[in-house]
Each structure stands twice: as C-alpha cells, then as structure tokens.
C-alpha cells in the first residue's frame, strides 16, 4: 500500500486533478464575482456585508492554490490550503443539505451544481487527494525540484 501511495505518477496525477478543478473553479469565479456572492448568499451562513469581499478574495486564493499544486510549488503549504478549503467547502454543502436548500454549490459560473450528495462526495474526493499530497510532497516532476539543480 505504501508503494502505491508513495509513487510519484499517482501523486503527479492528483496534483494535475486537484490543481486544474482549483484553477478553473477559481478563475470562473474571478471572471463574475457579482454571481458568486449571489450564489454563496442562499447558504445564509454569513453576513451580507462580507458576502462581495468574500466574492473578490476567495476565488483568487483557490488560482493561486491550484496554481501552486499544478506547478509543485510549496506542495504541503498548497496542499493543506487546498484541505482546508474543500473541507469548508464540504460542510457548506452539508448544511445546505440539512436545511434542504435546492441551490447551486457556487463552485463554478461555467458549470453549475446542485448541492447534494455526489457533490459533497466529490469534495471529499478532493479533500482526500489533498490530504495525499500533503502526506507524500514528493517533488518529481514540480518547478522546485528543477529549481535546486
């Protein structure tokens, strides 16, 4: 078991998936923040003050996260980032559950997704690939390992 989660093909693997769904979820984002604060508005788990803030900051910190596990940048500082944000995003989809809201997750402008329950096990597939990254940094094929040369 070790080997297999310690080969550097399947980490480059899951660094490509988490850090492409960061990127593009992120730049979607970027591309309408009015949208995104209206659709992370219907989790009414914040004050509306907070919502256009949140809106302009949080998607340039998930580019700048899918950025850093695409390029294998900083991989266990990138890696949790990404943990901590996909388990936010989790208990978000939760709790939208419990309440029995029939809304969009917010995740993407491009695409959009219902909350339910192949979403949130998407997020814990996601947060799982990040918790792999973070265990095993391992640098082959990442901008730091040519760098040291």
Request: proline share 5%; net charge positive; with cysteine.
């Amino acid at each position: 078991m070790k080997k297999i989660i310690e080969n550097p093909y399947l980490l480059l693997i899951a660094r490509l998936v988490l850090g492409f769904i960061f990127v593009s979820y992120g730049m979607g984002k970027i591309s309408d923040p009015g949208k995104f604060a209206e659709e992370i508005s219907y989790y009414a788990l914040m004050p509306e003050f907070t919502l256009n803030i949140l809106a302009i900051i949080l998607p340039w910190i998930e580019l700048v996260t899918g950025l850093l596990i695409l390029l294998g940048v900083r991989l266990k500082s990138g890696s949790f980032l990404a943990g901590a944000l996909m388990l936010i995003f989790s208990l978000a989809v939760i709790w939208a559950i419990a309440m029995g809201l029939d809304i969009n997750c917010g995740c993407s402008s491009t695409n959009p997704q219902k909350v339910g329950l192949p979403k949130l096990l998407e997020n814990i597939g996601l947060l799982a690939l990040s918790l792999l990254i973070f265990i095993n940094p391992i640098r082959k094929f990442s901008l730091e390992s040519f760098v040291e040369k």
